[in-house]
């Protein structure tokens, strides 16, 4: 079903602000809506995962719940994929996909609640993952356009069980292509100590794939990881794990930065990286590689002392010449912004990153050493432009910026919406 509505621009807006490790003035810039949820209709509800573009300038994504299948939390169904298409006086919405409905509702063997974002193969066709259905512990999806007309074809890759080591829950992070055509992507759960796992799914013929867990995390190197893994031009992995590395101020770790490496027919782990309160704790965020080699990402507590809970901040791990890291840290204290979660947006070109943080509904910019809020949501009237900011930010070819706010906008459903940064 198609729905289209009519975009509005947020006029821009002046006010300060001083980030703790710099002061930036800022002026606000322009935020356009292009599409609110609100469940009616079957339009989907909350979508966390980041957007995506085809070639075509379509976006696309997921939201957590929404459809026509009651039954998941809340009831208000069990998630849906979705396609927005630029058109004359707005975008027009599209659900592709509704989980839940194939099968047995009470189980969802198709998948429910699609936490991630999507990736495209060469083809067009979208991967991504569900946190529940399946066995009960989450699947591995792939949705394939009709050939001419039609409706799009959901396979399920993979069912994850959560036994015998198998992984459980995959949660926010996006999957990854290798050069060969395997994907790799992380649960937060399952595995062999039951603390998440990295996997890989390989295609064989027939259109079977088979599942490799590359690393099952024991807590002391590292636990829950939530999001998934970059891959460097080696083929190395690199990622964040949530909790784990014991103690360092947190009651179950404070979390980690690892990489795996391929070596012959195993992969080496290493832990770059173990996070305390003081350096802020808890790095829930995809990493970011720039040219050099260096690790971004984010941190979603910590750093601050009196505001634990609404801080954070903005880390860089640097290779030294001759192995180890430095790690830099800009930190945020409460009243610029906390709790990011979406990661670094890196443009180097440009000599720019951008990111958001969920306390205080922020858009920030970093140039240099200076870093500024460009946006602030709720700027408007029961958050109409939207609240509570987690997926990842996209840069389109026109320089503005993309994402998703799970909360607020016109229906309270969330909204995808563009930056123009100035």
Request: negative net charge; hydrophobic residues 30%; proline residues 5%.
């Amino acid at each position: 079903m198609k729905r289209t509505q009519k975009i509005f621009v947020i006029a821009a807006m002046c006010f300060s602000v001083t980030f703790a490790f710099v002061g930036a003035g800022f002026g606000q810039a322009p935020e356009t809506v292009l599409y609110s949820f609100g469940g009616y209709l079957g339009d989907g509800l909350g979508p966390l995962g980041g957007p995506v573009f085809d070639s075509a300038g379509n976006i696309y994504g997921t939201t957590l719940s929404g459809g026509p299948v009651s039954g998941c939390p809340g009831d208000s169904g069990c998630g849906t994929v979705f396609e927005l298409s630029p058109s004359s006086g707005g975008w027009t919405e599209t659900v592709l996909y509704n989980f839940c409905t194939t099968g047995n509702p009470s189980t969802c063997p198709d998948g429910a609640e699609p936490f991630s974002g999507l990736i495209f193969d060469k083809s067009g066709n979208l991967y991504g993952t569900t946190y529940t259905g399946g066995a009960g512990y989450g699947t591995v999806f792939e949705l394939s356009p009709p050939s001419s007309g039609g409706s799009w074809t959901e396979s399920v890759l993979w069912t994850f069980t959560g036994k015998a080591g198998d992984g459980a829950k995959p949660e926010y992070g996006k999957l990854n292509w290798d050069a060969a055509g395997n994907l790799y992507g992380t649960t937060t759960e399952g595995g062999a100590y039951n603390h998440g796992t990295v996997f890989e799914l390989s295609p064989q013929s027939g259109g079977v794939w088979t599942e490799t867990i590359l690393h099952s995390f024991d807590r002391s190197d590292g636990a829950a990881p939530l999001f998934g893994v970059a891959i460097d031009g080696s083929g190395n992995l690199y990622g964040t794990a949530e909790l784990g590395g014991n103690g360092n101020g947190c009651d179950h770790g404070c979390g980690t930065v690892y990489e795996l490496s391929p070596s012959g027919n195993s992969w080496v782990y290493t832990v770059l990286y173990k996070f305390n309160q003081s350096t802020g704790a808890f790095p829930n965020s995809p990493i970011s590689i720039d040219s050099a080699g260096n690790l971004y990402g984010t941190v979603y507590q910590g750093g601050v002392s009196g505001c634990n809970s609404t801080c954070g901040g903005i880390f860089k791990l640097a290779p030294k010449p001759g192995g180890g890291i430095t790690k830099y840290t800009a930190l945020f204290d409460g009243q610029n912004g906390g709790n990011p979660l979406s990661g670094v947006l890196l443009e180097e070109e440009l000599g720019v990153a951008f990111g958001t943080t969920l306390w205080g509904n922020n858009v920030y910019e970093i140039k240099g050493k200076s870093a500024a809020t460009i946006y602030q949501f709720c700027s408007l009237p029961g958050c109409a432009d939207g609240r509570t900011p987690q997926g990842g930010i996209l840069q389109g070819r026109s320089g503005k910026l993309y994402g998703v706010t799970e909360q607020g906008g016109a229906y309270g459903g969330g909204v995808v919406f563009s930056i123009s940064p100035q």
